[in-house]
């Protein structure tokens, strides 16, 4: 009697090392003696019906692509959740082709969908779900790191140095928005780790909705603090998730954004950074600032199918392996994760929200001794600039405001 197929699927956006997922699953699932398919286009076509989207994949197929971005089976942000029939055609299909082994490789949603699967399959098809996103948002143990977050961490560092050292030539400022749907790890990081002016996240703001003009007010305090100090030049790197809780009243781009099968917006048809670069400009006009460039800058494709670095390469190897061991052992409706040196399985019901049926999100600690450190070094006007008078005089000098004007309209962004 032949073994049971193996399927694979990867959804929702790229990130760094999905092809190493691609590759462990499929070598250990063939030296097992499985048949392995590899669905293109995520669950677009799948859940159409569409089995033409199945890919048998051999060791041949895969044995270097752990190097590569990418993924060589495509990706899609399809919700087979979306309607029940679509759901249905993604279980009869898998079963059409005798497969009894799903690994998904995708972030909180996928999560969600790979749950969906497993409950509609009703323990026909067992599923493994691999945590992937350059947002390093899901809850991990440990604090371990999403496949994919170093790797764009550290790409997005490269990009915001030569920023950096652009702003420092030219006297000018930069606004690169990092992606984070809604999480600021990503932005935080690249500030840390190359040095950044300052990082803006939306954990900063936990009564939720804030307005575009006290951002703007956030950043101008840097940016006079600095002039104040002999420096007219720096680097503020936005988290895009910023934008989910800005005040849609007043912002009509927001409140009639796009958004995908999943009702998330698309940051891509907003531009966000756009609209802080004009209210940072339209302040700096209020306050005698008009001639100080300010330019934004996405920072966020550029990172999601870049190659793997090391540590991504090993980490994927180690999580494909494990997705298939945990489930030719008879495990089933979990998701994978490494601990230290462990690789451990944590069901899906103590990750995704039975009230939302999605996994709930990793949000940076804002009480933690790390983001204690990181704000330390960040150039921030702070509540003993407006206090010290030497200071404050300084400050209101190189604008046009004198020191208790200045205090009066920028003492809701002191820290």
Same mark, same amino acid.
């Given at each position: 009697?032949?073994?049971?197929?193996?399927?694979?699927? +990867?959804?929702?956006?790229?990130?760094?090392?999905?092809?190493? +997922?691609?590759?462990?699953?499929?070598?250990?699932?063939? /030296?097992?003696? @499985?048949?392995?398919?590899?669905?293109?286009?995520?669950?677009?076509?799948?859940?159409?019906?569409?089995?033409?989207?199945?890919?048998?994949?051999?060791?041949?197929?895969?044995?270097?692509?752990?190097?590569?971005?990418?993924?060589?089976?495509?990706?899609?942000?399809?919700?087979?959740?979306?309607?029940?029939?679509?759901?249905?055609?993604?279980?009869?299909?898998?079963?059409? @082709?005798?497969?009894?082994?799903?690994?998904?490789?995708?972030?909180?949603?996928?999560?969600?969908?790979?749950?969906?699967?497993?409950?509609?399959?009703?323990?026909?098809?067992?599923?493994?779900?691999?945590?992937?996103?350059?947002?390093?948002?899901?809850?991990?143990?440990? $604090?371990?790191?999403?496949?994919?977050?170093?790797?764009?961490?550290?790409?997005?560092?490269?990009?915001?140095?030569?920023?950096?050292?652009?702003? /420092?030539?030219?006297?000018?400022?930069?606004?690169?928005?990092?992606?984070?749907?809604?999480?600021? @790890?990503?932005?935080?990081?690249?500030?840390?780790?190359?040095?950044?002016?300052?990082?803006?996240?939306?954990?900063?703001?936990?009564?939720?909705?804030?307005?575009?003009?006290?951002?703007?007010?956030?950043?101008?305090?840097?940016?006079?603090?600095?002039?104040?100090?002999?420096?007219?030049?720096?680097?503020?790197?936005?988290?895009?998730?910023?934008?989910?809780?800005?005040?849609?009243?007043?912002?009509? $781009?927001?409140?009639?954004?796009?958004?995908?099968?999943?009702?998330?917006?698309?940051?891509?048809?907003?531009?966000?950074?756009?609209?802080? /670069?004009?209210?940072?400009?339209?302040?700096?006009?209020?306050?005698?600032?008009? /001639?100080?460039?300010?330019?934004?800058?996405?920072?966020?494709?550029?990172?999601?199918?870049?190659?793997?670095?090391?540590?991504?390469?090993?980490?994927?190897?180690?999580?494909?392996?494990?997705?298939?061991?945990?489930?030719?052992?008879?495990?089933?409706?979990?998701?994978?994760?490494?601990?230290?040196?462990?690789?451990?399985?944590?069901?899906?019901?103590?990750?995704?929200?039975?009230?939302?049926?999605?996994?709930?999100?990793?949000?940076?600690?804002?009480?933690?001794?790390?983001?204690?450190?990181?704000?330390?070094?960040?150039?921030?006007?702070?509540?003993?600039?407006?206090?010290?008078?030497?200071?404050?005089?300084?400050?209101?000098?190189?604008?046009?405001?004198?020191?208790?004007?200045?205090?009066?309209?920028?003492?809701?962004?002191?820290?």
């Amino acid at each position: 009697m032949s073994k049971k197929a193996v399927a694979i699927v +990867v959804s929702g956006g790229p990130a760094p090392g999905l092809n190493g +997922v691609i590759s462990a699953v499929t070598i250990e699932a063939r /030296k097992r003696g @499985h048949v392995v398919y590899g669905i293109q286009q995520g669950f677009e076509r799948l859940s159409q019906g569409d089995a033409t989207c199945l890919r048998k994949l051999e060791i041949s197929d895969v044995s270097r692509i752990q190097k590569q971005g990418g993924s060589i089976l495509g990706t899609s942000r399809a919700n087979p959740k979306e309607r029940p029939e679509m759901m249905q055609a993604v279980v009869q299909t898998l079963l059409d @082709h005798d497969v009894a082994y799903f690994v998904t490789i995708g972030g909180d949603d996928t999560a969600a969908s790979a749950n969906a699967v497993s409950e509609a399959a009703e323990g026909k098809i067992s599923v493994c779900h691999v945590p992937k996103t350059i947002d390093n948002d899901l809850p991990l143990p440990g $604090e371990s790191s999403t496949f994919g977050y170093q790797t764009a961490r550290e790409a997005g560092t490269a990009i915001v140095e030569t920023l950096m050292e652009d702003a /420092k030539t030219t006297g000018r400022w930069y606004l690169p928005i990092a992606m984070g749907r809604k999480a600021g @790890h990503l932005a935080l990081g690249i500030g840390i780790s190359a040095g950044a002016t300052m990082s803006l996240i939306p954990e900063e703001f936990p009564g939720g909705q804030v307005s575009l003009s006290h951002l703007a007010d956030i950043i101008v305090g840097a940016i006079v603090k600095r002039l104040a100090n002999g420096r007219n030049y720096g680097v503020a790197v936005l988290a895009e998730g910023l934008a989910d809780i800005l005040d849609t009243n007043s912002i009509p $781009e927001l409140a009639e954004a796009e958004r995908d099968p999943h009702g998330n917006i698309r940051f891509a048809e907003v531009d966000f950074g756009l609209l802080v /670069k004009q209210a940072v400009r339209s302040r700096l006009a209020e306050i005698g600032l008009p /001639k100080l460039l300010v330019m934004d800058k996405n920072v966020g494709y550029e990172l999601r199918c870049v190659d793997p670095n090391s540590f991504d390469r090993e980490y994927t190897r180690e999580l494909g392996f494990g997705a298939i061991d945990f489930l030719l052992s008879g495990g089933n409706r979990a998701m994978i994760t490494r601990e230290g040196t462990v690789l451990r399985p944590i069901p899906f019901n103590e990750f995704i929200n039975p009230t939302t049926g999605r996994a709930d999100i990793r949000l940076v600690d804002i009480e933690s001794s790390h983001y204690r450190i990181a704000r330390s070094y960040q150039i921030r006007l702070g509540k003993d600039d407006l206090q010290n008078e030497e200071m404050l005089a300084r400050i209101a000098a190189v604008t046009s405001l004198d020191s208790d004007r200045f205090v009066s309209e920028f003492r809701h962004v002191a820290c």
